[in-house]
């Protein structure tokens, strides 16, 4: 990446049920927005760069359903699953979020709010994910959740790079 500010990743909790992750690209919103959403974009960023993605699928309208599924090196299937609540190009999108195996999908799901929001040329995306409980924050973030999304907002920086 040309500016290492712009692999800046902030994790916070702002409150007992929830994550926020903000990331700044250097990249307009349109771009960045379509990256986030267009399925043929996030199979080239989403997860570890050692898994491969077996399922990437997104019909991108409220009421739509999205699907995500990794294969870690181990063989392990990594399936996350929702359905867009709204969404408004190239500012927003709110959608369910379940990370789809045991203890994870047996409750009500996480809702994610994410923003784009472009100055000068660069868009930082905000990701605002309230979760059921405390509890189920807290498995999120014990996860390796933090270094799993730092991972993957690089390499949608690096991908955003091809598409300048």
């Known amino acids: 990446m040309s500016n290492p500010a ?5 994790v916070t909790t702002p409150s007992d049920r929830e994550i926020v992750i903000v990331r700044a690209f250097d990249a307009p919103r349109d771009l960045v927005f379509e990256a986030w959403t267009k399925p043929e974009h996030v199979r080239h960023w989403w997860g570890w760069r050692s898994s491969t993605m077996v399922h990437c699928e997104a019909e991108v309208r409220p009421g739509g359903s999205w699907r995500y599924v990794t294969r870690e090196e181990n063989g392990v299937e990594v399936p996350f699953t929702g359905v867009y609540q709204e969404v408004t190009p190239p500012e927003r999108v709110v959608h369910t979020e379940v990370y789809d195996v045991e203890p994870f999908n047996s409750g009500d799901p996480a809702v994610t709010t994410v923003t784009f ?11 605002t994910t309230l979760y059921p409980t405390k509890e189920v924050r807290d498995m999120v973030l014990g996860s390796g959740m933090e270094d799993g999304a730092a991972e993957s907002y690089d390499r949608l920086a690096e991908h955003l790079e091809t598409l300048a």
């Not at 712009?6 to 902030?10: E, N």
């Not at 929001?117 to 990701?127: I, Y």
């Open 117 to 127: 929001d472009e100055e000068d040329g660069r868009t930082t995306v905000t990701a």
């Open 6 to 10: 712009s692999s800046t990743l902030k």
